[in-house]
């Protein structure tokens, strides 16, 4: 009788990724971030998608640049196993900025996504894991349907509450309600 094999994938932490970058195995070119302890290549770029992130930057830095700091692109630190980056993350303000750690699920007031061609791992993946974590609110801006769907009170088995916006129609964050999102302006 002979014994059978099964190969064990090994999760990687988040400190281990970051000793990776540190050491430069991984570099700005590898465009991948940490979900649940697994290297995820990220999908190219598209023209919409780059146009409704550029959009979307630009009125939240306007409107909120004195209340929270607003990130385009860059990373969130969701528990040991995941670094994810959503397209913008509306952080709280804090001193000296995030110089020397990363924002973590408490910093966050809002996540965005913009999906042109991830419309399934933005759903089915990063916002079950945003939701695990507390992430009190995260829209999915679908640049192909002209929708925004909005989903906000976090649980450990999703959001409690998903709203639909269409391009005709304007939203605001639960934290910033003053502040309006008209969807034509980023939809088209």
């Known amino acids: 009788m002979s014994a059978v094999f099964t190969p064990a994938r090994t999760k990687i932490s988040f400190d281990r990724f970051q000793k990776m970058v540190a050491a430069g195995v991984l570099t700005k070119y590898d465009r991948v971030e940490l979900i649940e302890g697994e290297m995820i290549d ?29 990130r385009c692109q860059g990373p969130v630190v969701l528990g040991d196993f995941s670094e994810p980056q959503p ?8 001193a000296g900025g995030y110089r020397d750690r990363l924002p973590s699920a ?3 007031l809002l996540i965005f996504e913009v999906s042109d061609s991830t419309q399934s791992f933005d759903r089915g993946t990063k916002l079950p894991l945003y939701a695990k974590h507390g992430v009190p609110e995260v829209w999915i801006v679908d640049v192909i ?3 925004a769907e909005i989903y906000r ?10 709203v639909m916006a269409t391009a005709t129609e304007s939203s605001s ?8 999102i008209a969807w034509s302006d ?3």
Request: glycine fraction near 4%; aromatic fraction near 2%; proline fraction near 6%.
């Open 106 to 108: 408490e910093d966050i």
């Open 145 to 147: 349907a002209k929708c």
């Open 186 to 188: 980023i939809l088209g």
């Open 42 to 70: 990220m999908a190219p770029i598209g023209s919409k998608h780059a146009a409704a992130v550029d959009e979307l930057n630009r009125l939240l830095v306007l409107a909120l640049s004195d209340r929270v700091i607003v």
């Open 87 to 94: 397209d913008l993350a509306l952080l709280r303000l804090r």
């Open 153 to 162: 009170n976090p649980s450990l088995s999703g959001y409690q509450t998903k």
């Open 173 to 180: 964050p639960s934290a910033l309600p003053e502040i309006r």
